[in-house]
Nanobody, 124 residues
Framework: QVQLVESGGGLVQAGGSLILSCVAS????????MGWFRQAPGKERECVAG????????RYADSVKGRFIISRDNAKKMVYLQMNTLKPEETAVYYC?????????????????WGQGTQVTGSS
């Protein structure tokens, strides 16, 4: 069992940066691949980034490549999402999720545990 709590959301101007954090509870955190998802009003939840259990492999949605960076610290049971050059249309609730996988994965159905989300609002 893994419980996830996100933090770091807020209001950010277009072109600005924000770092989201996710803290996990449970003894087997390092056994899970982790991901960050977002869901905008009226849209489906989409994966923006995934990271392998070791942190050695990452994957990104094409829309955020070169701007977002996912990382993890297994000793602290933390996952981070650094978001740069944010766009107003990236306003959404951002979720941290855990998958019982070794490799970085973007498939929503593979993720078993979810946080409650943190709101990110981009202003133009």
């Amino acid at each position: 069992q893994v419980q996830l709590v996100e933090s770091g959301g807020g209001l950010v101007q277009a072109g600005g940066s924000l770092i989201l954090s996710c803290v996990a509870s449970g003894r087997t955190f390092s056994s899970y691949a982790m991901g960050w998802f977002r869901q905008a009003p009226g849209k489906e939840r989409e994966c923006v980034a995934g990271i392998s259990w070791s942190g050695g492999s990452t994957r990104y949605a094409d829309s955020v490549k070169g701007r977002f960076i996912i990382s993890r610290d297994n000793a602290k049971k933390m996952v981070y999402l650094q978001m740069n050059t944010l766009k107003p249309e990236e306003t959404a609730v951002y979720y941290c999720a855990a998958a019982r996988k070794i490799i970085a994965t973007m498939g929503r159905k593979l993720y078993e545990y979810w946080g409650q989300g943190t709101q990110v609002t981009g202003s133009s």
